[in-house]
């Protein structure tokens, strides 16, 4: 983690996430002592695990992966953050649920890849006034990803797309960038960034 002091000042406008899928909560204390304190996780029951193991840090929750509906009421009101709003089904469950607004990034669709979620562009507009009607959902962003086998240029697009669709809907916030692209990301105007291995090496 000798990097970690590094990516901190090259970020220092930028919220890092912590995406912490892969290692265990004794990892995550080193991240908090070195100055990590937004932690992002992709499974419903690792979450939990996690953050029963770290209640005594003050730990600001993130929810960055897929989001399936019948596990979705279980830590609804134990996140602070949610990533991928991709669908009127779940902000429906959201409203159900959540006690008290909760933080929202919709996940747009900007590639080609069968397997990425996501709202599509020519969808966001009945999308986003729909989402109106929710008094528990505040939406502060897109969270936009690219895909692994794109170049950086493919990638710049992609992220260039996102920021404007924000500006169009004055939106104050994107998600976008992880380990191999953040740099990309916040030039282009990231907001957040979801980094996960290169803040666990020893480079």
């Known amino acids: 983690m000798n990097n970690i002091k590094k990516i901190l000042e ?8 912590a995406a912490t899928k892969y290692v265990d909560s004794t990892i995550m204390r080193e991240l908090y002592s070195n100055g ?41 009101n134990k996140i602070d ?22 933080k929202c990034f919709v996940e747009l669709s900007l590639t080609d890849s069968p397997t ?7 969808n966001l507009e009945y999308f ?24 950086d240029y493919e990638k710049q697009n992609v992220f260039k797309r996102a920021k404007l669709l924000k500006d169009r809907y004055y939106l104050p916030n994107l998600s976008m960038g992880m380990s ?3 740099k990309i990301a916040i030039v282009e105007g990231a907001t957040f960034i979801r980094l996960g291995r290169i803040l666990f090496s020893c480079e």
């Not at 090259?10 to 996430?17: L, R």
């Not at 729909?130 to 897109?142: A, D, H």
């Open 10 to 17: 090259e970020t220092k406008n930028v919220t890092i996430v």
């Open 180 to 182: 191999d692209d953040y």
């Open 116 to 122: 990425k979620n996501g709202v599509k562009e020519e």
């Open 128 to 151: 986003m006034n729909s989402l109106r009607e929710f008094k528990n959902i505040e939406v502060i962003g897109f969270m936009a990803m690219t895909d692994k086998n794109m170049n």
């Open 81 to 102: 953050y949610l990533h991928s709003l991709d669908s009127l089904k779940l902000a429906e469950m959201i409203e159900k649920n959540r006690t008290t607004k909760l």
């Open 36 to 76: 990590i304190n937004n932690f992002g996780e992709n499974r419903v029951q690792d979450l939990l695990k996690k953050q029963d193991e770290l209640k005594d840090l003050n730990i600001i929750w993130h929810f960055i992966g897929h989001l399936q509906r019948n596990k979705a009421a279980k830590i609804i």
